[in-house]
């Protein structure tokens, strides 16, 4: 089994900064991409921004210029640096794996969950 742990999330005012971290472990063959969604109350989960293993990305447009995503592919870790933080940032961000847990098993996996709060 692959199992995504996270951290970083918290509680920070408009126009700070925040990391979140995403470690992958398990059984995994090979990672083709990860990435970070977001859901706020009462509101659907939106693709935030992902990164493929060939390092490209792609960020949702609210967040361009903001945030960046990051991965470190020998610890099979993935960053999001989130600057210049909104309150409409507020929300629980989770982190996603698509990998191969075997040469012909692909899977997609997510983590818990952290809560990001940005106050006004």
């Known amino acids: 089994q692959v199992q995504l742990v996270e951290s970083g999330g918290g509680l920070v005012q408009a126009g700070g900064s925040l990391r979140l971290s995403c470690a992958a472990s398990g059984i995994i063959f090979r990672v083709n991409a990860m990435g970070w969604y977001r859901q706020a109350p009462g509101k659907q989960r939106e693709l935030v921004a992902t990164?493929?293993?060939?390092?490209?990305?792609n960020y949702v447009d609210s967040v361009k210029g903001r945030f960046t995503i990051s991965r470190d592919s020998a610890k099979n870790t993935v960053y999001l640096q989130m600057n210049s933080l909104k309150p409409d940032d507020t929300a629980v961000y989770y982190c996603?794996?698509?990998?191969?847990?075997?040469?012909?098993?692909?899977?997609?996996?997510w983590g818990q969950g952290t809560q990001v709060t940005v106050s006004s």
């Open positions: 996603n794996a698509d990998v191969y847990t075997v040469i012909a098993v692909r899977r997609d996996c």
């Open positions: 990164i493929t293993s060939a390092g490209s990305t």
